[in-house]
């Protein structure tokens, strides 16, 4: 009995271990070391690049296409629950309104899950999100502080964020899984 209840102990002390690894900050500057979620890597394509200032789930990610108007604008979707969510329902047509000259924001056909999501959160410009109260998706091209309701659930590729900033009033967006 000595033996089997040494090995259980060696066996949990283990999998404790790998677990606490797993709970800190990615080491980098800045690093604020939350996570919205940890999920492990699976064959969804998704994963997790961070958005600047934050620590984000690790994972795979997935690539989305975002069309408005003439132009083309890729963002990377983290891998959480409402990253997930989001991917199911494409591809999608929003209609997008300016909101307070910082965000376009639309109506998604039904609400993302928020399992595992902080109560709010501090995009940042260049941050795909989503508002949960107003069930939107919603793409940040200014300085949005601290709002309740708010997850960050992907990043903008490139000069996204300027050349949306340069879309006056409301817009027509087509998302879809971009296809390389």
Sequence with gaps: ????????????????????AGCGGNGQPGDTGRETSATSPSSTGLAATPPSGTAAPRGEQMKIQIAINDQRFQATIFDGAAGRDLLTQLPLTINMIDHGAVEKTGPLPTPLSLNGQPDGADPDVGDVG?????????L?????????????????DGEAASRIADLDGAVTATVEPFAA
């Design 140 to 156: 940040y091209y200014g300085d949005q502080s601290y709002f309740p309701g708010i997850v960050i659930i992907g990043r903008l």
């Design 1 to 20: 009995m000595p033996a089997t209840r040494a090995a259980a102990r060696a066996a949990l002390s283990a999998v404790l271990g790998l677990t606490l």
């Design 130 to 138: 989503y508002y949960a109260p107003g069930n939107d998706l919603v």
